[in-house]
């Protein structure tokens, strides 16, 4: 069972999918999976290259962008901003436990121009806490 959680109309987190949420992500109309998970980061991940094949034949887009423990980089914000604003349809994150996914996508929204109170607030109410990346978020925001 898929635990898809909601950020906005437009983007999901969630902590390690399988092959069968592939076709749960499809029927809610996700138009991309983007992984964010390390390879060979524990024993409970289906590898990214299942994840990958099964988006592909269910016709959803898919990307890696891994983040590891030693944090975020501007290339991979600036990675995912690209990949939300490219996206036709809804995007859905994962990593281990959806935190990291949530983290870089408030990072990227923040650097395209959304409030960050209001981000935060979002992630709140979808149990995860964007704190860690707060002061991040309001420095990319000031530089637009």
């Not at 809804?90 to 990593?95: A, H, S």
Request: aromatic content about 4%; some cysteine.
């Amino acid at each position: 069972m898929n635990q898809f959680r909601r950020l906005s109309d437009t983007m999901l987190a969630s902590p390690q999918i399988t092959v069968a949420d592939v076709a749960a992500a499809k029927e809610q109309g996700v138009k991309l999976i983007v992984n964010n998970r390390p390879e060979g980061e524990g024993d409970d991940q289906t590898p990214g290259t299942e994840i990958k094949a099964a988006a592909l034949a269910a016709g959803i887009d898919y990307l890696e962008i891994p983040i590891t423990h030693a944090g975020f980089s501007h290339p991979q914000v600036a990675q995912l901003a690209e990949a939300l604003e490219r996206a036709d349809g809804p995007v859905l994150g994962y990593c281990r436990s959806g935190t990291r996914s949530t983290l870089l996508w408030a990072l990227a929204r923040a650097s395209l121009g959304d409030d960050p109170e209001t981000l935060a607030a979002v992630a709140a109410e979808a149990g995860y806490d964007v704190s860690p990346v707060r002061p991040a978020m309001d420095a990319l925001t000031a530089r637009r």
